[in-house]
């Protein structure tokens, strides 16, 4: 069962643009992830991400480990590249963190879910309970030396872009999305037309 579901997931997400993924020695509960952040607002922005991704032989009743090779320079995540993030955390309520049910990991979850939640926790950091202290305390008394930081983490994780690969950018993927859309607007109005005429011609055959 976790080979399917997981196999299902693995094809799905790589058709996706902001994200690279490769099995690790073909073997689907290993994976060799990238994440390449498309917002041009955020201060990740351009970077390609390296992290490993691994998953218990009963998921997705429990929780993949996440883990970023190398390690990034932020509040929620550990020197050793690991994460401290609720969608990972087993399920069930913790009366210890406070965190509830609804949080944490549960059977309803993908790996998508756990990827997105991801990207918006390196905007989005959590400061009161760092598990890079240095890193909390320097994104709340020195911001702009913090986002200095992060700069320089974004040019250093463009070294490991693979040979050969294409970086989307946000313009690129818009534009991406815009020919889809276009595509969807002939094929509804080509089907207007054939509903029209097949009227048209129902009418004058009465």
């Known amino acids: 069962m976790a080979e399917r579901i997981l196999m299902n997931e693995y094809k799905s997400l790589v058709q996706e643009k902001w994200v690279n993924i490769e099995l690790n020695n073909d073997d689907i509960f290993n994976w060799n992830i990238a994440l390449i952040v498309l917002n041009p607002d955020s201060l990740y922005y351009g970077g390609y991400f390296k992290a490993v991704m691994t998953f218990p032989r009963n998921y997705p009743y429990s929780p993949p480990e996440f883990k970023f090779v190398p390690p990034l320079f932020h509040p929620n995540i550990y020197e050793n590249g690991k994460l401290c993030i609720s969608i990972l955390h087993t399920p069930g309520e913790d009366e210890m963190s406070g965190e509830s049910a609804?949080?944490?990991?549960?059977?309803?979850?993908?790996?998508?879910?756990?990827?997105?939640?991801?990207?918006?926790?390196?905007?989005?950091?959590?400061?009161?309970?760092?598990?890079?202290?240095?890193?909390?305390?320097?994104?709340?008394?020195?911001?702009?030396?913090?986002?200095?930081?992060?700069?320089?983490?974004?040019?250093?994780?463009?070294?490991?872009?693979?040979?050969?690969?294409?970086?989307?950018?946000?313009?690129?993927?818009?534009?991406?999305?815009?020919?889809?859309?276009?595509?969807?607007?002939?094929?509804?109005?080509?089907?207007?037309?054939?509903?029209?005429?097949?009227?048209?011609?129902?009418?004058?055959?009465?």
């Open 102 to 206: 609804a949080e944490r990991w549960s059977p309803a979850q993908r790996v998508e879910s756990v990827l997105i939640s991801i990207l918006s926790l390196l905007d989005d950091a959590e400061v009161s309970s760092p598990a890079n202290v240095d890193a909390g305390v320097m994104l709340r008394k020195d911001p702009e030396r913090y986002k200095k930081t992060v700069r320089q983490n974004v040019e250093k994780s463009k070294k490991d872009i693979p040979e050969g690969f294409v970086m989307p950018t946000h313009e690129s993927t818009m534009k991406a999305v815009e020919k889809i859309d276009d595509q969807d607007f002939w094929v509804d109005s080509d089907w207007e037309r054939m509903t029209m005429c097949s009227e048209g011609a129902t009418r004058m055959e009465k």
